[in-house]
């Protein structure tokens, strides 16, 4: 975007020649020059005056750079040389743009990659900050809802007669002799957990209505049998 409201400012030139062919790689740069001296002319002085014993700064066509002691090794211009870019809003955007580009790296590759043309002061505990707001990022790492255990119901915690009231469940098939197969019926008493089995030949109805019959039989008759068959 700032690329085209610099091209605007220079076709609305008198006697300026007129640019409409497509962005050339010269008015790229001049934008991202023009954004960089925005973002440092907002600097506070009295905040760069505090890096000013242990940072060496030099100005590079109007764009403050930082002398580090990489200069004679073969890294790149960019490298060796990077632009301070100060806490600001747009440099919240170029953070963001960067993250996404790393397909959503995390706080330590963005850094490394933004430190291959850029110096951010304090730049961990900023780039750290600004990611927290990636809405992807938090999706994928929100902590896990504990809710609150919700109350036993009543026919959990009743005093009453074993079996009173009692849960059923089918387990199997079991594989038998001769290629049969068996099913076992599960009774449990939902308050204190106590179990019965029954042993049946298939899954009809007959089959469960005589297990339940024996189940009766032994243990008596309840009030209140769950089962989901």
């Known amino acids: 975007m700032t690329d085209y409201v610099l091209r605007f400012c220079n076709n609305i030139k008198r006697n ?24 440092q002319s907002e600097w506070p002085s009295e905040i760069r ?10 100005e590079e066509n109007g764009i403050l750079k930082v002398q580090t002691r990489l200069i004679l ?8 040389h990077p632009t301070v870019l100060p806490d600001h809003p747009l440099l919240e955007r170029l953070v963001l743009h960067t993250h996404r580009s790393l397909m959503h790296a995390g ?10 043309k850029f110096w951010i002061p304090k730049g961990r505990r900023v780039v750290k900050a600004i990611l927290r707001q990636c809405i992807k990022c938090k999706r ?25 009231i009692t849960g059923a469940d089918l387990a199997g098939p079991l594989s038998l002799r001769g290629g049969s197969k068996a099913w076992i019926v599960l009774f449990t ?8 089995l029954e042993l049946v030949s298939s899954r009809s109805t007959e089959s469960f209505m005589q297990a339940l019959r024996r189940f009766w039989a032994r243990r ?5 049998l769950y089962t989901d068959n």
């Open 107 to 116: 706080v330590l590759t963005t850094l490394a990659q933004l430190r291959e």
């Open 220 to 224: 008596g008759r309840g009030s209140t």
């Open 49 to 58: 005056e505090k890096y000013k014993d242990t940072i060496q700064f030099f």
């Open 189 to 196: 008493c939902a308050v204190y957990r106590a179990v019965h």
């Open 140 to 164: 994928l790492t929100a902590g896990k809802v504990n809710p609150d255990p919700a109350p036993l119901p009543p026919d959990r915690i009743h005093r009453v007669a074993a079996f009173q």
């Open 73 to 80: 090794s073969q890294d790149p211009e960019d490298f060796t």
């Open 16 to 39: 300026s020649p007129k640019l409409v062919n497509s962005l050339s790689c010269e008015e790229v740069q001049k934008a991202e020059e023009t954004l960089m001296k925005i973002m």
